[in-house]
């Protein structure tokens, strides 16, 4: 579809194989409307964030029994959030990959935190689609690995 080997991106994310929905991952809606309004990462976004809701709060459930609701959505919110995402998307380099119009690309869209965590929502959910939710649960209790030992 993009025609952009993601190839270093699979290797860098851990995955054993490519999903087939990652090259979709990597079209941010600016570069959809400037090449014929092409599908974006947009759907494969609202999946991976509720994916990766269920993941941590299932993690969290079931590593800290004892803690009440109130304590487990605060260590949620620290965990998920357009600051986190983006700090793991920046260090795996997603940015790289990324398929942007001339106008994010102009203004250092490669680098923006909502972007940045736009994409790897996207990515998880593309990693759902082909992984199911084992294997998604997998990928995101790893991503998120430093982190969770930080909560």
């Known amino acids: ?12 994310l851990g995955l054993s194989s490519m999903p087939e929905e990652l090259p979709l991952a990597m079209v941010h809606r600016s570069y959809s409307y400037e090449n014929g309004r092409i599908p974006t990462n947009e759907r494969l976004e609202f999946l991976g964030d509720s994916v990766l809701g269920v993941v941590i709060t ?4 079931r ?3 004892d803690l009440p609701e109130g ?3 605060k260590m949620r919110s ?4 357009a600051q986190s995402l983006a700090g793991i998307a920046g260090a795996v ?3 790289e990959y990324l398929l942007l119009g001339r106008g994010e690309e102009g203004t250092g869209g490669r680098g923006k935190a909502s972007i940045l965590a736009d994409a790897l929502e996207a990515i998880i959910g593309a990693v759902y689609l082909q992984a199911g939710i084992a294997g998604a649960g997998e990928f ?10 930080t909560v």
């Open 1 to 12: 579809m993009t025609g952009i080997d993601l190839t270093g991106l699979v290797h860098r």
């Open 58 to 61: 299932d993690h969290l459930f």
């Open 93 to 95: 380099g997603v940015g």
């Open 78 to 81: 620290a965990l998920v959030n």
């Open 63 to 65: 590593t800290f029994p």
């Open 71 to 73: 304590q487990l959505a």
């Open 140 to 149: 995101i209790l790893r991503l998120f690995d430093d982190l969770l030992h």
